[in-house]
Structures are given as structure tokens and as C-alpha cells.
């Protein structure tokens, strides 16, 4: 009888003993009825992608394990695959069951990471950072905008309008005349070339000035500085002979009418002489105090602009509207007062004075 007893005690025990092994497998077998709850309150227990990452611990909530599983027991990874270990991601069943967090270590491996998304699935903060990426190909910006190679200069500045770069070519003209200083010596051959120049008159080449007693130099009040006073006070008086040798001790016949002398300047003596009165310029010509006459000055100055390349026209001794423009030119790429005719600032530029 006692041994009777034994043995049912000891199936009974055995039969227990079968079903405590087999009750963990049970519990960690996904059940169709009991799951999707739980699945469900997972979800909703999602952290946000800023929120700090879940301790490992917490997935021992949800389970009803009494012991840690084996790490290679199937059954295991199915319902705990967010709660391996690193360098566990290539073992069977990784990545499937419920998808709860990863943990620290798992971003390469495929599952989900901590917004919810599956890994290696773009952001939204990566899918904008593209889009910007691909805009700024389409649409380079400043920066992207290739710098301007000196070789492409040229061809930019064809696309000027036309009076810039009419501007801009005068300019480099300007720049290569104002290199062009007449050497001292080029000066003294030229003054020995016109050492007994005579000025004749030219009145279909060079058409006479008719005499205004109104007339004013025209912009003269906008010179300043005392060496154009001269040309500033300026005005024609007409007077007689006797009235020109009362006054002024020098007066003489210069290609075609009567100049008179006064303190370094030349100006036209209108009416000394009915007969001769052919002025090509009715103004002041500075000479110095050398007192030359005003016809082999201008030849002088005719001759050394001729070779600077300023003076197109003949070296004749007379100031007309050739050797004017000339004079102009030659004033203003030296910074000087554009008189358009012989100042003293402008001898004293080209060596004369």
C-alpha cells in the first residue's frame, strides 16, 4: 500500500514538473486572443523621436517570463526582439513579433528605431534635408554661382551699353595719352624747326571771327585760379591806332590782323586796321614773358601735339577749331582746365613756358 502511494505521489510530481517546463513556452508563444491588446498599448506607448529611449528593463512588464530566456531560444526572440543584445541582429528571428524600441547599438539592424519607423527608412527631418538638397541643384545660389574668370571679363564688358564702353575706351585712351609727355628735347626741335614761322591767313580753312562787343569767353566764369583771370575779364574793345600805342608798347601784324602784347598774353587789337582784322580765336594766348609772337607759339604747340597724336590737322599758326579740340584733349588727360586754348597751366605741361 505504501509503495502504491509513493508511486502516485511521484507521477504526480513528474506530471507537475512537465507542466512548469512547458508553462514558460506557453506563456511567451504569441496568442491570437491575449496579443493584439497588449500590441495595441505598445503602440500607443511610443515615445516621440526627441523623448529619451526606454530602458531595456521595461520590456520585463510586459511579459510573464519567470526567467531570462535562452538567447537563442526561438520563441524568445519572436516576442522579445527589441531586447537583445548588440551583435544579436543576424540571429533567427530578429526583427519580428511585436516592434517595441530598439536599444542603444541596433540602428544598422533592421527593425524599428525609436519614432516607430522601420530602420534605415528616411525621416521627415532627412526627407526635407533632400528636398533642400535637390532645390539647391536645380536653383544654385550665390555661393554656388561660379566666380567670374578673368577671361570672361572681356566679353561682359562687350555686353555694356554702348556709351560705357565708350566711356571705357576713351578712358584707356586718356590713360596711354597721359604717358605720352613730351621730352624736352623733342620740344627744343620742334621750336628750332618754327624758329622764323610766319602764320598766313586761311579763311576757307580756317573761317574769321567776327567782332561782338558782348562777347564772353563761353565757361571761362567757371575757371578758377588766378592764371585764368585773364580769360575770365576778357571782352572786345574796339579802338584806333593811336589809342593802341597810348596803351600798349607792342603791336604787330600776325597772320592776317593786329595783336597787341600785355604782360605775357596776346590779344586781338580790334580795329587798329580795318583792312586787317583776321582773327581765328578772339580771345587771351598766353606766350610768356618771352613775348614770341602768338603765330609761332601756336605752331609749337601744333607741332609737339601733332606727335603726341592729339593734332590732326596742318601746322599753320592759327588757333582754329582743330587745334582747339586738340588743346582740349590734351587739357583734360592731364587734369587740366579745359580752356580749349593756349593758358599758361597748359605751356607749363607741355614744356613751352
Not at 28 to 56: D, H
Not at 239 to 247: L, R
Not at 292 to 304: M, R
Request: aromatic fraction near 8%.
Amino acid at each position: 500500500m505504501k509503495k502504491l502511494i509513493s508511486l502516485l505521489i511521484g507521477c504526480s510530481l513528474a506530471l507537475a514538473g512537465a507542466a512548469l517546463a512547458q508553462q514558460p513556452v506557453e506563456q511567451q508563444s504569441p496568442s491570437k486572443g491575449k496579443r493584439p491588446p497588449e500590441k495595441a498599448r505598445a503602440t500607443q506607448a511610443q515615445p516621440r523621436p526627441n523623448a529619451a529611449k526606454p530602458e531595456t528593463p521595461a520590456a520585463k512588464q510586459h511579459g510573464a517570463m519567470k526567467g531570462p530566456p535562452a538567447a537563442n531560444q526561438p520563441g524568445a526572440m519572436k516576442e522579445r526582439g527589441a531586447t537583445h543584445e548588440p551583435g544579436t541582429t543576424n540571429e533567427p528571428g530578429a526583427g519580428k513579433g511585436r516592434k517595441t524600441p530598439a536599444t542603444q547599438g541596433s540602428a544598422n539592424a533592421p527593425g524599428t528605431n525609436v519614432s516607430g519607423q522601420r530602420e534605415g527608412a528616411p525621416t521627415p527631418r532627412a526627407k526635407q534635408q533632400v528636398e533642400q538638397r535637390r532645390k539647391g541643384m536645380k536653383e544654385p545660389g550665390a555661393e554656388s554661382k561660379p566666380a567670374a574668370s578673368p577671361a570672361a571679363a572681356p566679353a561682359a564688358a562687350g555686353k555694356a551699353p554702348s556709351g560705357q564702353v565708350a566711356g571705357q575706351q576713351n578712358a584707356q585712351a586718356n590713360t596711354g595719352a597721359k604717358a605720352k609727355k613730351p621730352a624736352p628735347e623733342q620740344v627744343q626741335q620742334i621750336k628750332s624747326q618754327h624758329a622764323n614761322f610766319r602764320a598766313q591767313p586761311k579763311p576757307q580753312q580756317v573761317p574769321a571771327v567776327t567782332y561782338n562787343q558782348n562777347y564772353r569767353i563761353q565757361g571761362a566764369e567757371r575757371w578758377q585760379g588766378p592764371q585764368y583771370e585773364v580769360f575770365r575779364s576778357y571782352h572786345p574793345e574796339w579802338h584806333d591806332q593811336g589809342w593802341y600805342h597810348s596803351h600798349y608798347n607792342r603791336v604787330e601784324l600776325i597772320g592776317g590782323g593786329y595783336y597787341y602784347w600785355n604782360n605775357g598774353y596776346w590779344y586781338p587789337a580790334w580795329g587798329y586796321s580795318p583792312s586787317a582784322q583776321y582773327y581765328a580765336y578772339d580771345g587771351p594766348i598766353y606766350v610768356g614773358h618771352s613775348a614770341e609772337p602768338p603765330d609761332k607759339v601756336i605752331a609749337d604747340v601744333q607741332g609737339v601735339l601733332q606727335q603726341m597724336g592729339y593734332y590732326k590737322g596742318e601746322v599753320d599758326g592759327l588757333l582754329g577749331p582743330l587745334t582747339r579740340e586738340a588743346l582740349s584733349a590734351y587739357q583734360a588727360d592731364n587734369g587740366l582746365t579745359q580752356t580749349a586754348a593756349i593758358d599758361e597751366p597748359t605751356l607749363d605741361a607741355l614744356g613751352m613756358s
